[in-house]
């Protein structure tokens, strides 16, 4: 009987061995796939200092904030809180070691974050982040947005998904159309409406321009920007159309038709689409900008976004440090992959073989074998358990893809029955 | 001009990319190894309810602990704070989870801890353990304790140091002396001049034992037991040679017996030697204690240490779940391999192969090359920036081992040239 609550706290993903397993499998796989690209791995604390971690943020992010209590040894510390993204911590580390940094510095953190939102469904107020970014010192090429782009669709591949779409713009054409129509003074309420248009219906979206009182040639140029969507091949003459002269814009147009055409060399096999209705928010982003669907399960929304920031670290130097970046979700994007039945638990099998030796005389030939297969590059579990034969398959069952019993005519023969714990069937094999 | 403080906070460890990189390569091979020897990882929230945490510590602990503040947002909940090991998220996942998991319940954590301790050099507030558990319910036997030295074992040959040698005990032993010689009610003092032994010079141990009036005969047997140390063909016969009939005695020299007898079979390369003189502490053993020691570095003290325990939930439930688990310090073990020039950031480079592609027109031809590389487990950065191809292999000096100029004749004859940025060799490849 339980004496205790043992719950794990709301809000945090707390997975059984088989799913935990494959959670790392995927955490594991996009590491690798953001190191083979040339990104540098950096880990920095989870606790900050609260003034850093608030030098920008303010509103919702404070109210989220998991401040941390000074312990009577830390008395004279600065206050302290959980970080809630890895953007604070990359800002603060990269002017910390500006002078010790290669830049173009290519940047990968994977690792948790915090935020005490309300506890819902498919909501963690711990939730691991995969990003990557590239910050430049002064000034960064346009092409490493598409080489961030890139490295996130190998990474996606990864992910049992069927299939996503890559959705890409660039904040200048928007900016630049404003500036353009004279709408500037209205740039935020604009942002906000395109940014929720695909959730409403066109008519409301319509309507809503309407209200801001903008005049009705100016509402049909907004919404036929804002529903541009397609190939380059289809979006950028339609962009040349509009006869803007506005210099942002052009620079927009430029720069996705740059982004564009260098995805279809750093990642030719991935569908990818320019989209006016990509906006990413107001305060952050002023570039490029994309986010992922899965058009299967277009609910889900974006499973990987980012884009192009003017200035990582304005609030700790007064060094210009251009960057762009994206992330992964993946706590998030886990928990939706297992309730559509995407990634299945039943199925999976942490340890690829449990050999059981039928006594303590056979652990040394048993524990040879483990060895040479533990070589081999599979997981194998020495079951040393003194129960009944029976009871030791139906614990393999459990944990191991194949099982195999090693007594002393195994020993003698040199050969051993590997038995696969799914179908049943048997296979011979030597020592 | 920095405008802000961006040092990480105190007792943190925060390295550059090229320490990360060697960090995360121990790290990711510390849990491979233990994944190939059949433990399942598994990863609990960083935060806990305070009253889990605190259910057994206090004292120092309590002290110690990094509580959470709640926010607006978490009103409701109960007191939380930061996790400072692994055991207690692993009693209350057990706990948890117990019909779920299949017994013996082979574990492994490996993730950050915190402790809010006085800052000194080389102590961390925020490190990683390195932890393998085997928890039985009901029982488990003691072959499971040669597994989990033998599984650490492997894991230490991944270090870079030179030699290590695994001393073991078995707290029966003492405890069963103690017994015999009808000395249980000081059996707490006399533990703790054991365990300081080895720091003290022999006549002060030798005075400390006669100072607790335990008569002449009863320190010579003491400090005789204490100073058996050697394989187990030396300890075992001394051992028996006490002639001591208690059973808890007898039960600690068959114990000690089998774990390195298995250990011959289990972990055949390695240097173990029983060692009296390794007690682990006061209250948490029961069985079974390790310490490992680096002869070269004697003052390192130990760098990998566990042991068996009588029953690892009892705070939670009324289930009796015997374990037996170690640790390795990773963050500490990691800043001494610094210290002692082990580990060599100048001889590191975390990237493969810089490819620098001469113009755009290029990209294409470096971005295949790029693929091809990296489907053969090379990490390639592929090199966009508009500078001066001086300055762009200096940036790969910098990050990378080899670094290769993709231009036009490249492309056209289908071959590069591969230059090794360490000695300067060169050598053609084709793409």
Redesign the interface.
Same mark, same amino acid.
């Given at each position: 009987?339980? !004496?205790?609550?043992?719950?794990?706290?709301?809000g /945090?993903q707390?997975?059984?061995?088989a799913l @935990?397993?494959e959670?790392?499998r995927l955490k594991?796989g996009i590491a690798e796939v953001y190191?083979?690209?040339?990104f540098?791995?950096?880990?920095?604390?989870?606790?900050?200092?609260t003034?850093?971690l608030l030098?920008k943020a303010g509103g919702d992010t404070e !109210?989220?904030?998991?401040?941390?209590?000074?312990? /009577?040894?830390?008395a004279d510390?600065a206050d @302290?809180a959980?970080r809630f993204d890895h953007t604070v911590p990359l800002a603060?580390?990269t002017?910390?070691?500006l002078n010790?940094?290669?830049?173009?510095f290519?940047?990968t953190q994977i690792n948790?974050n915090?935020r005490?939102?309300?506890a819902q469904k498919g909501r963690f107020r711990?939730f691991y982040q995969c990003d990557v970014d590239v910050i430049g010192w002064n000034n960064l090429?346009v092409?490493?947005d598409a080489?961030v782009i890139a490295t996130l669709c190998e990474a996606m591949k990864l992910l049992p998904l069927p299939g996503f779409v890559v959705r890409v713009s660039n904040r200048k054409l928007l900016s630049g159309l404003l500036a353009e129509l004279n709408l500037d003074h209205q740039a935020s309420e604009i942002f906000d409406i395109i940014d929720h248009a695909e959730k409403m219906p066109a008519e409301k979206t319509t309507a809503a321009l309407g209200d801001l009182g903008i005049g009705s040639e100016n509402v049909v140029k907004i919404t036929t920007f804002m529903n541009l969507q397609g190939s380059s091949e289809q979006v950028l003459p339609e962009l040349r159309g509009f006869g803007f002269q506005n210099p942002v814009f052009q620079e927009g147009i430029e720069e996705l038709e740059t982004v564009l055409s260098?995805l279809k060399?750093?990642a030719p096999e991935v569908e990818v689409v320019a989209d006016m209705l990509i906006v990413r928010g107001l305060d952050y982003y002023t570039g490029t900008v994309f986010e992922t669907i899965v058009p299967d399960y277009r609910a889900i929304g974006s499973i990987c976004s980012g884009g192009r920031y003017e200035n990582l670290a304005s609030?700790?130097?007064?060094?210009v440090l251009p960057g762009v970046g994206g992330s992964i979700g993946l706590t998030r994007l886990f928990w939706i992959l297992h309730e559509y039945g995407l990634v299945k638990p039943e199925e999976l099998k942490?340890?690829d073989i449990?050999l059981i030796p039928m006594s303590?005389h056979e652990?040394?030939a048993a524990?040879?074998l483990a060895e040479n297969l533990?070589r081999q590059?599979?997981?194998?579990?020495?079951v040393?358990?003194?129960k009944k034969i029976g009871d030791k398959l139906k614990?393999a069952a459990?944990?191991?893809k194949y099982a195999s019993a090693i007594g002393s005519s195994e020993v003698e023969s040199g050969s051993y029955q590997l038995k696969d714990l799914e179908s049943g069937t048997i296979e011979t094999c030597k020592f």
């Open positions: 009987m339980k !004496k205790f609550n043992t719950a794990p706290i709301s /945090a707390e997975l059984l061995p @935990q397993a959670f790392d594991d190191a083979r690209h040339g540098l791995s950096i880990e920095t604390p989870l606790i900050e200092r003034e850093v030098a !109210k989220q904030i998991y401040k941390v209590v000074k312990t /009577a040894e830390l510390d @302290q959980l603060r580390y002017v910390e070691h010790d940094l290669a830049f173009p290519k940047a948790r915090y005490g939102e309300r711990e090429p092409a490493y080489e260098l060399d750093l609030n700790y130097t007064d060094q942490p340890v449990c303590l652990v040394p524990a040879r533990r590059g599979r997981s194998v579990d020495l040393l358990t003194e614990y459990k944990v191991a």
